[in-house]
């Protein structure tokens, strides 16, 4: 079945330091891929998607590229700010007969110091 | 304002005692799905429902109950809840399922719950 592995947490950086988590998926066919976040007492909120191979999903300075040949889809930021503490899944989203599933990573906590 | 509501959002109950969730958008949303989140394990489907009238069981059905008796609902119901139903429940829409895997989901608050 499909799977999303995304790097342990939790993530610790300090304000303008460059940020990297890492996400690898098992699907069959074309899936889409998404990151959500997850703010303290909050719903999740898409923050970026790619829907075919070598797109780029960008958003608030978060970037990430689907990679068909490495089955990954990577978030990085350049310079983290403590409004960006979260938690960030990496999810996945197959057509056909998966009737629209979203399969989510375990998350990675994301604190962000000044 | 395009949302996805819940309620409650906490909840606190018994082992065995019957409770619902309720779950309601107002995007004229055909999908809407019901998750779980527990530590360590990110989210898991509980069951989806792709129009109305039309429900399906996810990853981890077992100890709950949907119905869609209307596009805009689509409610979760806990027969006999037990302890290891204690989690946080998210409910999740998008506009349609088939053909069309990179539709957004939008996620509910949440609803978190704790059976004594």
Redo the contacts between chains.
């Keep these: 079945g499909d799977s999303?592995t995304q790097m342990e947490g939790p993530v610790t950086l300090s304000e303008e330091a460059f940020l990297t988590i890492n996400c690898t998926y098992t699907a069959t066919g074309y899936?889409?891929l998404?990151w959500?976040v997850q703010y303290p007492g909050?719903?999740?909120?898409?923050l970026l998607?790619a829907?075919k191979a070598d797109d780029k999903g960008s958003n608030k300075g978060f970037e990430a590229t689907y990679r068909k040949e490495t089955t990954s889809f990577h978030l990085e930021k350049g310079s983290v700010q403590v409004s960006d503490s979260a938690v960030y899944?990496c999810a996945l989203?197959?057509?056909?007969t998966?009737?629209?599933?979203?399969t989510?990573?375990?998350?990675t906590i994301l604190t962000v110091h000044p | 304002e395009a949302q996805v509501t819940q309620n409650p959002r906490y909840l606190i109950t018994v082992t065995g005692k019957k409770l619902t969730v309720t779950c309601s958008q107002n995007m004229n949303h055909e999908y809407m799905s019901w998750y779980r989140q527990d530590p360590g394990l990110g989210l898991r489907q509980i069951y989806y429902s792709m129009n109305v009238e039309v429900t399906d069981k996810g990853d981890v059905p077992e100890g709950y109950k949907v119905s869609r008796k209307e596009k805009r609902n689509f409610p979760l119901i806990l027969e006999s809840p037990s302890p290891n139903q204690t989690s946080l429940y998210f409910c999740a829409s998008s506009l349609e399922a088939i053909r069309t895997a990179h539709n957004e989901q939008f996620f509910g608050p949440g609803t978190r719950l704790t059976v004594l």
């Design positions: 999303v899936p889409s998404f959500y909050e719903g999740l909120q898409l998607k829907t899944f989203r197959a057509g056909g998966s009737y629209g599933k979203l989510f990573g375990q998350g």
